[in-house]
């Protein structure tokens, strides 16, 4: 009888396709650590189709540099998005006594 043979590693990709390199640049993921706030479930108020027109149009008007740094400050939490509340400060220190 035969030994088995120790099974076939799995082929890991030596080189970038230009589809791999699109799917980093395309999501924010890999440049932030986005707020949780931004990764709960939610119901969207408007569809995907109306959010691209109302983006593209932004974009026009605002330029792709300043939408795209809006987009990342409110994935980062740094913004808050609609809908959201943020988490409360802490209670300011009482002032001190008069003396």
């Not at 230009?18 to 939610?42: E, M």
């Not at 932004?58 to 400050?73: A, C, M, N, V, Y």
Request: hydrophobic share 30%; with cysteine; charged share 25%.
């Amino acid at each position: 009888m035969r030994p088995k043979r120790a099974p076939k590693k799995p082929n890991r990709k030596t080189e970038w396709t230009a589809g791999d390199v699109r799917k980093i640049l395309v999501n924010p993921l890999y440049c932030i650590d986005i707020h949780p706030a931004n990764a709960t479930p939610h119901a969207p108020i408007i569809s995907e189709e109306e959010w691209i027109t109302a983006a593209t149009e932004l974009i026009r008007q605002e330029g792709p540099k300043s939408f795209l740094r809006s987009l990342l400050d409110i994935l980062k939490g740094c913004e808050t998005p609609y809908g959201y509340r943020e988490t409360p400060a802490a209670e300011p220190p009482d002032p001190p006594a008069a003396g």
